[in-house]
């Protein structure tokens, strides 16, 4: 009996065989952004492939893993964002902005504990090149970093004598600089931080080693989720603003940026209905990665929605961890999800 498969079986039984068939024709597959109705407890297991993690174009196929399924980690949260992965202590730790907690989940025995109570309201948090976490705070409406001795140094609170709205999220450059995004939704009202007035435009920021911040761009109603291109060559911005809900990116100039372009407007696949992203991250060949109704959408460095996996909940953000960065972790609502992917993070989150 002869076991050679043509690539279309191959693809039959990888993806379905309508799936597959549109593909073979080079014809966009029919998707709907529903996810497949399963048992998140994992008591009933799901069958290999995943029908969660969805090719929107071929060229997503070399990230897939046909044999590993999307894993509800942990749930009961309100607003699940900003989750950072901690290499050195194995675990990912993550906001729920109006419990006014950070929760950790240990991935040696896959507990869950609060992690930093009261967190200032938390959102976007991340580590630096010394394992020292940052955090976006709505509610002191600053960035802080946590220091090995427990003391909390202020990052940013204040431009140009004015404060800052409510940060949200924040990457690490080599140079030991911090770049955040501040749109004002943690002062819009007294759920995930304190109802204040808006005393500076919403912005994106950079602090140098010295402490000094500077203004980079101001070409935003919303800045939200903010990732560096794997060469740091390039910035790019998710705008959920009411007058923008697009990917922005500019060119990366030393310490300034160049060349504002808008790289995609999403919409929710399979139908005509808008979609934005939140946060988001690069992977090592430069694709987006970032959550964005039904879950997560994934984008080409020129801007093609080529993936998506869907969630049973919105997704706000998104990181890369595991001890070889290719386990994607995903803060969707009220849980925690995970799924490996046949790629690693660009960098540290």
Request: contains cysteine; proline residues 7%; neutral net charge.
């Amino acid at each position: 009996m002869s076991l050679a498969f043509s690539r279309r079986d191959w693809l039959r039984a990888a993806l379905g065989s309508a799936t597959a068939t549109a593909f073979a024709q080079n014809q966009t597959p029919a998707i709907s952004p529903v996810p497949t109705p399963r048992d998140w407890t994992g008591v009933q297991p799901i069958q290999y492939p995943d029908p969660d993690i969805v090719a929107l174009d071929p060229r997503f196929r070399k990230y897939m893993i046909g044999n590993t399924s999307i894993k509800r980690l942990h749930t009961g949260t309100q607003w699940a964002e900003g989750p950072a992965w901690n290499g050195v202590g194995r675990y990912m730790v993550w906001s729920d902005i109006p419990n006014n907690v950070q929760l950790r989940w240990i991935a040696d025995d896959n507990r869950v504990t609060v992690f930093r109570n009261p967190a200032g309201f938390s959102n976007g948090n991340t580590f630096d090149y010394e394992g020292r976490q940052l955090s976006c705070e709505h509610g002191g409406r600053r960035v802080v970093r946590y220091e090995p001795n427990g003391d909390v140094t202020v990052i940013a609170e204040r431009f140009e004598g004015k404060r800052l709205n409510s940060p949200n999220d924040i990457v690490v450059h080599p140079d030991g600089s911090i770049w955040f995004t501040d749109p004002p939704y943690g002062i819009n009202g007294d759920y995930e931080g304190f109802k204040a007035e808006k005393e500076l435009h919403e912005a994106v920021y950079r602090v140098d080693k010295t402490g000094r911040i500077t203004k980079l761009s101001d070409a935003v109603s919303g800045p939200n989720g903010i990732c560096f291109s794997p060469d740091y060559n390039r910035l790019y911005v998710a705008d959920t603003g009411a007058q923008g809900r697009d990917l922005k990116v500019w060119d990366i100039d030393g310490t300034t940026l160049r060349n504002p372009k808008q790289l995609a407007k999403l919409e929710i696949p399979g139908t005509n209905a808008p979609a934005a992203f939140d946060g988001i991250r690069c992977d090592v060949d430069g694709n987006i990665w970032g959550g964005a109704r039904p879950g997560v959408q994934i984008l080409t460095p020129t801007g093609e929605r080529i993936g998506m996996i869907r969630l049973p909940e919105n997704c706000a953000n998104v990181c890369f961890g595991g001890t070889r960065r290719n386990r994607l972790f995903m803060t969707a609502s009220q849980s925690l999800y995970s799924v490996y992917v046949q790629t690693r993070g660009a960098h540290i989150c």
